[in-house]
């Protein structure tokens, strides 16, 4: 099909679906009113579990096997980059690039920003139930504070810092940390992913039930995930042959 | 204007679509499709807010008794943004991928199969 056609037919049926999201978004309830059912379901059932960010608590709580299916997205999500993006025997092993020259400010930077990176994706992580983020957000501040040693040093401090073959156990971990905390459900009440901790005081850390435990089993699979994802593409960038380095480069 | 959201979100959806259409780079149509991701975040939350609504996180300065968005529709875009991120990531090594074997990201120029 030619361009032309292409865009032809596009127009056509983009018109046709511009015409039925109007017809959809007229069906739906006035935008800012104070009628939402879900919402005052979810929040009767959040404060009933004593988990003050709502949110987590409809993640982690309420919707807690969607999150799992979630998990399992990205989990899969990893397994398949990396099967797509595995060194292949064509492809020749190359030294990582040296750290080239790194200014003395870039790593002073450095120096502070990592350990006060990952402190804050941990508190992300840990308060998930309390205040805003979550396993998911913290996992993902985890993962891109540990690259900061990347871009403020070399690439191979990075891979001093983070041992694939640890991020990856510890990523099939969180996930069946996940799946364990379910199961316990079951054993407990009877339930998949029901509620198995005290539930705890309002506002404490130590609350909200299996929340925040089902916070840290996201967040470390995600900050491991997210590793492991990253991990691929620098393989794929970095430790290509110079032949197939320069044409990837030219492009 | 309180439809401004839902024009949005519809525009960000066909936006996007059209990027992929006209795209001359696959990394490009990448991008596009999560640009029409995006049309459902802003969807999902217009549809939950509230005029005068604050975040559905309480603590000392939220009571319980104020009024809040949604949060069912956010934790749905939370779902949403880690779905549309993990595409991303799985589309991107196939265009890796195709890049090797076919020595071009031009979805125009991808016509035979190739073992």
């Not at chain 1, 009767?44 to 799992?68: C, E, G, K, W, Y």
């Not at chain 1, 200014?103 to 804050?120: D, E, N, Q, S």
């Not at chain 2, 975040?55 to 319980?64: K, M, N, R, S």
Request: aromatic residues 6%; neutral net charge.
């Amino acid at each position: 099909m030619s361009r032309t056609t292409r865009q032809i037919v596009f127009l056509v049926a983009a018109a046709g679906l511009g015409v039925l999201l109007v017809l959809a978004f007229r069906g739906l309830p006035g935008f800012g009113t104070t009628t939402h059912p879900y919402r005052d379901l979810a929040v009767a059932a959040a404060l009933a579990h004593r988990a003050p960010n709502v949110i987590s608590s409809v993640n982690f709580d309420q919707r807690a096997i969607d999150t799992l299916g979630e998990e399992t997205i990205l989990l899969g999500s990893v397994i398949g980059a990396a099967a797509l993006l595995r060194p292949t025997r064509e492809m020749r092993r190359a030294s990582p690039p040296g750290g080239g020259h790194v200014l003395p400010a870039t790593r002073l930077v450095g120096y502070f920003m990592l350990p006060l990176t990952l402190l804050v994706g941990t508190d992300v992580v840990v308060h998930g139930h309390l205040t805003p983020g979550g396993g998911f957000q913290g996992g993902v501040v985890l993962a891109t504070g540990l690259h900061l040693q990347y871009v403020t040093a070399d690439f191979e401090g990075l891979r001093r810092l983070r041992p694939l073959s640890w991020c990856e156990a510890a990523e099939a971990s969180g996930a069946t940390a996940f799946a364990a905390i379910g199961l316990a459900g079951i054993v407990v009440s009877g339930a998949f992913l029901a509620n198995v901790v005290p539930l705890g005081h309002f506002g404490d850390l130590l609350s909200a039930g299996t929340v925040p435990l089902l916070n840290i089993a996201v967040g470390i699979e995600v900050a491991c995930g997210v590793v492991v994802l990253l991990a691929s593409y620098f393989r794929q960038a970095l430790l290509l042959g110079p032949a197939e380095t320069e044409k990837e480069s030219s492009r | 204007m309180s439809i401004y959201a839902f024009i949005v979100a519809g525009w960000l959806v066909l936006a996007g679509l059209a990027g992929v259409v006209r795209s001359r780079d696959l990394v490009h149509v990448v991008v596009c499709l999560s640009i029409a991701q995006a049309g459902t975040y802003v969807l999902l939350l217009g549809i939950g807010y509230q005029h005068g609504g604050t975040a559905p996180i309480f603590g000392p300065t939220t009571p319980t008794s104020a009024a809040v968005v949604d949060p069912v529709v956010q934790a749905m875009t939370l779902t949403d943004i880690v779905v549309s991120a993990t595409i991303t990531a799985l589309l991107l090594a196939i265009v890796i991928q195709i890049s090797k074997r076919h020595d071009t990201v031009d979805p125009d120029q991808l016509r035979a199969l190739r073992g």
